[in-house]
């Protein structure tokens, strides 16, 4: 329909407040606002499947979107979910939720654990090198035995920094977390005086990604951590 009725995007201005966020629910690729121009001259701004443009029907038959009707749905979902006092007093309860799935406090205590067996692990290689020094430790014995101290403490090692690793991005969602909230309860103030880069950055710090066709829209939020938030959102089928 656009390559027929449509000259080639140009080169416009406009910025696109879903770019790199929306996908196409087809083929799960990535969709970009274009902007095209009909034979009248007349401006048409869409979100279209890269996929399709790119490789046309072989890869998906693609999914285009009118950019203004669905900025605007995303938008009014945005403002509708930061005045939802069920939701916003819930904010507690979600953290709670969180800390319980991430086990935060038993990551803590194998840390503990690992660090309590490292020390005596480090303890019985210096009793053992010390034993060799004093002679008490044949030299056909030092190579296995030191070998296996030396094993024993690279995996407890491995271990911890595996551990550490994951409590760290714990840390690092949780506040991710927390902070989406904050811009989400936030959200609509001073909308009216954010130009269109600034409005991009607002939705972009609250919503990770969105899935969408001409039917439904799956919106996903920073703070959508295993299924304590999952707003599905639909949109009707909008007129291009």
């Given at each position: 329909?656009?390559k027929s009725?449509?000259?080639k995007p140009?080169?416009?201005?406009?910025?696109?407040?879903?770019n790199?966020i929306?996908?196409?629910k087809?083929?799960?690729?990535k969709?970009?606002?274009k902007?095209?121009?009909?034979k009248?001259?007349?401006d048409?701004?869409y979100?279209?499947?890269?996929?399709?443009?790119?490789?046309?029907?072989?890869?998906?038959?693609?999914?285009?979107?009118?950019?203004?009707n669905?900025?605007d749905?995303?938008?009014?979902?945005?403002?509708?979910?930061?005045?939802?006092?069920?939701?916003?007093?819930?904010?507690?309860?979600?953290?709670?939720?969180?800390?319980?799935?991430?086990?935060?406090?038993?990551?803590?205590?194998?840390?503990k654990?690992?660090?309590?067996?490292?020390?005596?692990?480090?303890?019985?290689?210096?009793l053992f090198?010390?034993?060799?020094?004093n002679?008490?430790?044949?030299d056909?014995?030092?190579k296995?035995?030191?070998d296996k101290?030396?094993?024993?403490?690279?995996?407890?090692?491995?271990?911890?920094d595996?551990?550490?690793?994951?409590?760290?991005?714990?840390?690092?969602?949780?506040?991710?977390?927390?902070?989406?909230?904050?811009?989400l309860?936030s959200?609509?103030?001073?909308?009216?005086?954010?130009?269109?880069e600034?409005k991009?950055?607002?939705?972009?710090s609250i919503?990770?990604?969105?899935?969408?066709?001409k039917?439904n829209?799956?919106?996903?939020?920073?703070m959508?951590?295993?299924?304590?938030y999952?707003?599905?959102?639909?949109?009707s089928?909008a007129?291009?």
């Amino acid at each position: 329909m656009l390559k027929s009725n449509y000259q080639k995007p140009t080169k416009s201005k406009r910025t696109y407040l879903l770019n790199g966020i929306i996908k196409c629910k087809k083929c799960k690729g990535k969709m970009t606002g274009k902007t095209y121009k009909n034979k009248n001259g007349k401006d048409y701004k869409y979100y279209i499947c890269q996929n399709f443009i790119d490789k046309s029907k072989v890869v998906c038959s693609g999914v285009t979107l009118n950019a203004n009707n669905i900025e605007d749905f995303i938008i009014s979902k945005l403002f509708s979910l930061s005045e939802n006092k069920t939701f916003l007093n819930d904010k507690e309860k979600m953290i709670d939720i969180f800390k319980n799935k991430s086990d935060l406090n038993k990551y803590q205590e194998d840390i503990k654990r690992y660090e309590s067996e490292e020390k005596k692990t480090n303890r019985k290689l210096d009793l053992f090198l010390d034993k060799f020094e004093n002679g008490l430790i044949e030299d056909e014995d030092y190579k296995p035995r030191y070998d296996k101290l030396k094993n024993e403490l690279s995996n407890i090692k491995l271990q911890k920094d595996k551990i550490a690793y994951i409590i760290n991005d714990t840390d690092s969602i949780y506040n991710n977390y927390l902070t989406s909230f904050e811009k989400l309860l936030s959200f609509n103030e001073n909308w009216e005086h954010l130009n269109n880069e600034g409005k991009k950055l607002r939705i972009q710090s609250i919503v990770k990604k969105i899935i969408a066709d001409k039917e439904n829209i799956d919106i996903e939020l920073y703070m959508d951590f295993n299924n304590v938030y999952r707003p599905h959102m639909r949109l009707s089928r909008a007129k291009n």
